[in-house]
Nanobody, 129 residues
């Protein structure tokens, strides 16, 4: 059974930083394109970032471009999302997700939910003003 788990969320003041991590059981993350998504209270799911298996493509939504950095450690099999200069509008539950098909992470398009069949339960990030 595939299980993804996010960690690292919490409460932070505006301007602060958090680093989210994503691990898995039943799935080797290094073999997969990985995505980060978020859902703010009362809003729909937003694709935040994605990273290819060898980190040659890293994509970001415009809302986080220049502030968030996605990375992966293929030895430890962990995916990270470094979030800097956080804003109250970044408050959301953040999810990592694993794709099955290759080539779903594009430098020009935000990650799409339907391309990622495996999801974690999310970690909550709250940014106070």
């Amino acid at each position: 059974q595939v299980q993804l788990a996010e960690s690292g969320g919490g409460l932070v003041q505006a301007g602060g930083s958090l680093k989210l991590s994503c691990t898995a059981s039943g799935l080797t993350l290094r073999h997969h394109v990985m995505g980060w998504f978020r859902q703010a209270p009362g809003k729909g799911l937003e694709g935040v970032s994605c990273i290819t298996e060898r980190s040659d493509i890293r994509s970001y939504a415009e809302t986080v471009q220049g502030r968030f950095i996605v990375s992966r450690d293929n030895v430890k099999d962990i995916i990270y999302l470094q979030m800097n200069n956080l804003k109250p509008e970044d408050t959301a539950t953040y999810y990592c997700a694993a794709a099955i098909r290759p080539l779903v992470c594009s430098s020009t398009d935000d990650p799409v939910e339907s391309d990622y069949p495996h999801w974690g339960l999310g970690t909550r990030v709250t940014v106070s003003s």
